[in-house]
């Protein structure tokens, strides 16, 4: 017998069908798996670190708000209490699609040390009906519950 080399033609059908097969399930729509109100708080809760952050470096007190129910943006002073603020350019954070704040009363203001003017609670619904809440002490830490 000769001494043959490669695949048969059985092998390769074989290895078509499994990669076919693994390719139609990676397709499936996952999107019943995501939860927007998971993925928004986050989201929140990064950009109130990186707000955090920067007042610290660039010592300049930064306030987060609502802009809409779905929209965060922030604006900067020299300090929590003064009255007139300038927007911080294109800085804003939108939630994920099907995810909304409860409430757009609330704002929260990191000094030049990072700390928090007030302790806050930002809550997310999603049309899905789920809750996401995160947590903003006065002392600055965050936490998504």
């Given at each position: 017998?000769?001494?043959?080399?490669?695949f048969?033609?059985?092998?390769?059908?074989?290895?078509?069908?499994?990669?076919?097969?693994?390719?139609s399930?990676?397709?499936?729509?996952?999107?019943?798996?995501?939860?927007?109100?998971?993925?928004?708080?986050t989201?929140?809760?990064?950009?109130?670190?990186?707000?955090?952050s920067?007042?610290?470096?660039?010592?300049?007190a930064?306030?987060?708000?609502?802009?809409?129910?779905?929209?965060?943006?922030?604006?900067?002073?020299?300090?929590?209490?003064?009255t007139?603020?300038?927007?911080?350019?294109?800085?804003?954070?939108?939630?994920?699609?099907?995810?909304?704040?409860?409430?757009?009363?609330?704002?929260i203001?990191?000094?030049?040390?990072?700390?928090?003017?007030?302790?806050?609670?930002?809550?997310?619904?999603?049309?899905?009906?789920?809750?996401?809440?995160?947590?903003?002490?006065?002392?600055?830490?965050?936490?998504?519950?």
């Amino acid at each position: 017998m000769i001494n043959q080399k490669g695949f048969s033609i059985i092998e390769t059908l074989v290895v078509v069908f499994l990669a076919s097969l693994f390719l139609s399930m990676g397709y499936l729509d996952f999107s019943k798996f995501i939860n927007p109100e998971e993925i928004s708080a986050t989201g929140i809760a990064s950009f109130l670190r990186e707000m955090r952050s920067r007042s610290i470096a660039e010592t300049r007190a930064y306030t987060i708000y609502p802009v809409n129910n779905k929209t965060i943006s922030v604006k900067y002073s020299s300090k929590c209490s003064d009255t007139t603020k300038t927007p911080l350019g294109n800085t804003y954070l939108r939630l994920e699609n099907g995810a909304s704040f409860l409430s757009t009363t609330w704002s929260i203001c990191y000094n030049s040390r990072g700390l928090s003017s007030n302790s806050t609670s930002i809550i997310i619904n999603s049309t899905k009906g789920g809750v996401e809440r995160v947590e903003v002490s006065i002392g600055g830490s965050i936490k998504i519950l």
